[in-house]
T-cell receptor, first 110, second 116 residues
Framework: GDSVTQMEGPVTLSEEAFLTINCTYTATGYPSLFWYVQYPGEGLQLLLKATKADDKGSNKGFEATYRKETTSFHLEKGSVQVSDSAVYFCALLGYSTLTFGKGTMLLVSP | EAQVTQNPRYLITVTGKKLTVTCSQNMNHEYMSWYRQDPGLGLRQIYYSMNVEVTDKGDVPEGYKVSRKEKRNFPLILESPSPNQTSLYFC???????????????FGPGTRLTVL
């Protein structure tokens, strides 16, 4: 079945540092890929998405590129802020279900 | 405002006492789904529905029931809750496209359930 593996956290960074959160997947067919973000005490919000190979999703300074050859969808941001502290989930959309990774907590200190 | 609402937001109950968590969306979405979120496990799908009167099991359906009598509502029913169902529950909805593929899911704010 479909599965998503993302790096375990917490990831602890200083403000303005570069962020990478790794995400790899296994799936049949051609899934769509997503990053969701969950701020403390809140629900999940879609951060960005990519629907086919080589697509780059971007939003709020975050980027991720759909790499079919390496089955990856790593999340990057050039300069993190304290307000980016949250849990980030990589997710794969198959035919009828959305499969999530376990989440990576990001902690950004001033 | 387009949104998914859940009620209650917080619930503490005792083992065996039937409860229902409601979910409603105002976006005319065909697809609705329930997830539970547990530390170290991420989100796991409980049940989903691709339209009215059409429901199917997700990855962890045991101990749960759902119904989809109206397009906008998708309640989650725990007939006899147990402590291992203590969790954070999210409802989500989305549109459906061709061949069942669908757009990104919109999530409700979550319901934190504690079963004593």
């Amino acid at each position: 079945g479909d599965s998503v593996t993302q790096m375990e956290g917490p990831v602890t960074l200083s403000e303005e540092a570069f962020l990478t959160i790794n995400c790899t997947y296994t799936a049949t067919g051609y899934p769509s890929l997503f990053w969701y973000v969950q701020y403390p005490g809140e629900g999940l919000q879609l951060l960005l998405k990519a629907t086919k190979a080589d697509d780059k999703g971007s939003n709020k300074g975050f980027e991720a590129t759909y790499r079919k050859e390496t089955t990856s969808f790593h999340l990057e941001k050039g300069s993190v802020q304290v307000s980016d502290s949250a849990v980030y989930f990589c997710a794969l959309l198959g035919y009828s279900t959305l499969t999530f990774g376990k989440g990576t907590m990001l902690l950004v200190s001033p | 405002e387009a949104q998914v609402t859940q009620n209650p937001r917080y619930l503490i109950t005792v083992t065996g006492k039937k409860l229902t968590v409601t979910c409603s969306q105002n976006m005319n979405h065909e697809y609705m789904s329930w997830y539970r979120q547990d530390p170290g496990l991420g989100l796991r799908q409980i049940y989903y529905s691709m339209n009215v009167e059409v429901t199917d099991k997700g990855d962890v359906p045991e101990g749960y029931k759902v119904s989809r009598k109206e397009k906008r509502n998708f309640p989650l029913i725990l007939e006899s809750p147990s402590p291992n169902q203590t969790s954070l529950y999210f409802c989500a909805s989305s549109t459906l496209k061709d061949r069942g593929a669908y757009n990104e899911q919109f999530f409700g704010p979550g319901t934190r359930l504690t079963v004593l």
